[in-house]
């Protein structure tokens, strides 16, 4: 739920910014697990690899320029680029 709100976000802030016409910005979301394009063993279940289809409908009179401008907007989501990225998580226990 994340990505799809902070790209619709970020869409429509950009499109704002460059007084665009953008009347909605729609995005559905499919999560799958795969086996990676490289696998080596793929019987072994560890080999699978989260994959996210993300798919944008951008609602409005815009010219086909600045929908491919939006859509590469999209890759740039704060969201976006964190699921993206090498992500390391610690989990600590705090004392109360």
């Known amino acids: 739920m ?3 709100s ?3 976000m970020t869409v ?3 499109a704002a910014r460059k007084n665009w016409t953008l009347d909605q910005v729609v995005v559905q979301l499919r999560h ?3 086996h990676a394009d490289d696998c080596v063993n793929c019987e072994d279940p560890k080999s ?3 994959r996210i289809l993300c798919s944008i409908e951008l609602v409005g009179p815009l010219a086909e320029a600045q929908r491919k401008q939006l859509i590469e907007i999209a890759k740039k989501c704060p969201v976006h680029r ?3 990225n090498k992500i390391e998580i610690r ?3 705090v004392a109360s």
Request: hydrophobic content about 45%; cysteine-free.
């Open 12 to 14: 429509n802030m950009y």
């Open 91 to 93: 989990a600590d226990l």
């Open 32 to 34: 799958d697990r795969v």
């Open 48 to 50: 699978m690899v989260d």
């Open 6 to 8: 902070g790209t619709s």
């Open 2 to 4: 994340a990505l799809g």
């Open 82 to 84: 964190t699921l993206t």
